[in-house]
């Protein structure tokens, strides 16, 4: 299993270096880097966002991805899959699906699991960088920013939230160049690698 490497700098850092839950945080990025399937359920768009949705969203591979939405309750059940180039909606109220144009892209917070995944499969391009922690709940949470070494590589930053006691990632953030968020998601719930087929990707998550 490939780990990315905890490149911390700045003040303070290096006590992080050596606490164990940074090692385990490191540990789950090897994981997410071998990525080939996920499941989650997320909250979309920054907190305390009046019109927050919650997604349900499967990754296989790194070009299919199927997004069924739980709330708002007027839109429960609508979903949209994208495969290999194509897409395609789903109205669960009228049960009819329509093929989407080339150019339909998936909602940004159901692919940051992807964008991390990536992130992690290249420790020579990225720098993992401790900078803060947050309380939540009254659980210590450790704020780790994705950072390219390059700016010949990719020039996409990402935050993400984990929970100090087991690594477990919580929230990811896309961000501008000026530290703008350009896409949010809390995690709910987080699987990385379940069991899912084509089948089941297909079909039986669309219950068409």
């Known amino acids: 299993m490939r780990v990315l490497a905890l490149v911390l700098v ?15 945080f490191s540990g789950r990025l090897g994981e997410m880097g071998g990525l080939r399937s996920s ?7 920054p907190p305390g966002e009046a019109r927050r949705s919650l997604l349900e969203v499967w990754t296989l591979g790194s070009d299919q991805i199927l997004v069924r939405t739980l ?10 899959l994208f495969a290999r180039g194509r897409a395609w909606s789903y ?16 909602p940004p917070a159901a692919t940051l699991i992807l964008q991390v995944a990536a992130a992690a499969a290249a420790p020579d391009r ?5 900078t803060g922690a947050e309380d939540l709940g009254g659980a210590l949470h450790h704020r780790i920013e994705l950072r390219p070494l390059s700016s010949a590589g ?12 087991d690594g477990a990632l919580v929230r990811a953030r896309s961000l501008e160049p000026d530290g703008t968020v350009a896409a949010a998601a809390d995690y709910v719930q987080l699987e990385l690698n379940p069991p899912l087929d084509e089948h089941q990707f297909w079909l ?3 219950r068409l």
């Open 71 to 80: 709330s708002p309750p007027n839109q429960f059940g609508n979903a949209l």
């Open 39 to 45: 499941h989650a359920v997320l909250a979309e768009g």
């Open 91 to 106: 109205n669960h109220a009228y049960r009819l699906t329509a093929r989407l144009p080339r150019t339909a892209t998936p």
């Open 10 to 24: 700045c003040g303070g850092l290096g006590a992080l270096a050596a606490d164990p839950p940074a090692r385990t």
């Open 154 to 165: 990719p020039t996409g930053r990402l935050e993400v939230l984990v929970r100090a006691s």
């Open 204 to 206: 039986g998550r669309l």
């Open 126 to 130: 990225f720098a993992a960088i401790a």
